[in-house]
């Protein structure tokens, strides 16, 4: 084999030399086909940490009544943002709707905080009952459902103890097809 056949076999196929050269492809990543290679120790580090930073601050949960709906279905699966680190059997994801200090109502199926009726186009139909004028108490928040007549929330227990709280919905990472 001469040094001109070798020399062949070493120069960029022409498919890199398209990526390359292509102007709105020029950002891609396998320009350098480094991210082929194995991350070695350090890249190996780097996903343990963020494995254990996600665990530690991450939560995945599932969905099991339709007390969210239309906001979340039965069935999804969502990503809480843990904010303590109690992890309880028994959860409820709700919406707050105020904090402590503010004053809560419904009637004529419109919520009302400090008095001012809430614009709530996300909920699925306005709620059946009636709260009388309620104060949030220091360290506690109110919380109700989406689905407000179907939701075991603030308006049956009262306000929620802010301890209480485990995490923050950020995300639905899966939403089945079939319901």
């Not at 709707?97 to 809560?104: H, I, L, R």
Request: neutral net charge; glycine residues 8%; proline residues 7%.
């Amino acid at each position: 084999m001469d040094v001109g056949c070798i020399m062949s076999l070493l120069r960029p196929s022409a498919i890199y030399n398209f990526v390359t050269s292509y102007p709105a492809l020029r950002w891609m990543p396998c320009q350098s086909w480094g991210f082929l290679r194995w991350p070695g120790l350090d890249g190996f580090l780097r996903l343990m940490v963020v494995g254990l930073l996600w665990s530690t601050f991450s939560e995945l949960r599932f969905i099991p009544s339709s007390s969210m709906f239309p906001t979340l279905r039965v069935g999804d699966r969502i990503i809480v943002e843990k904010i303590y680190g109690e992890n309880t059997e028994t959860v409820f994801i709700k919406r707050i709707v105020a904090k402590a200090g503010d004053a809560v109502e419904v009637h004529h199926g419109v919520l009302y905080v400090n008095g001012v009726a809430q614009q709530e186009d996300f909920i699925a139909q306005p709620p059946a009952y009636t709260i009388p004028l309620t104060t949030v108490p220091n360290d506690h928040v109110y919380v109700l459902g989406d689905n407000r007549n179907n939701s075991y929330d603030s308006h049956v227990w009262g306000p929620l103890p802010m301890k209480n709280i485990i995490g923050r919905y950020v995300t639905c990472y899966h939403r089945p097809t079939n319901i």
